[in-house]
């Protein structure tokens, strides 16, 4: 059975975009480009409320928007998980009086410490993780 999407109100401000950009599907006398002023109210209000949630309560096509907000707000673009990342993991025995200690930070704001004081319980625990063995 297909899920039923839930229904979100659409925030004062895309409503307003939305209302003067319904006026002009109205009124337009032939097919054409929607005009750069209603482009540029859709990349302002898509850039406070996100890309794919605007372009869905304004009915404009997700790729034209996306690619407009990259253009016009290249500085405030988050770092996705799509975007390529390495990381080094040096895996050196600490000293023996030293705690191991493993931070991990999510793009979200997510955030996990480990802190053990055995090395290779640390290296049994990363090795479950990858699906390794130790």
Not at 34 to 51: D, F, I, K, S, Y
Request: charged share 30%.
């Amino acid at each position: 059975m297909a899920k039923k999407r839930k229904r979100t109100t659409i925030p004062s401000d895309v409503k307003a975009v939305l209302k003067r950009i319904e006026a002009w599907r109205e009124t337009r006398e032939k097919l054409g480009p929607m005009p750069e002023e209603l482009w540029q109210a859709a990349t302002a209000v898509a850039r406070l409320h996100g890309t794919g949630r605007v372009a869905r309560d304004l009915r404009v096509h997700f790729q034209a928007l996306k690619k407009r907000v990259v253009q016009q707000y290249p500085e405030t673009l988050p770092v996705t998980a799509s975007d390529p990342t390495f990381v080094e993991v040096a895996l050196r025995p600490p000293e023996p009086s030293r705690e191991c200690v493993v931070e991990m930070e999510r793009v979200g704001g997510g955030r996990m410490t480990i802190r053990r004081p055995d090395f290779r319980a640390l290296m049994a625990l990363s090795a479950t993780f990858w699906g390794g063995r130790v």
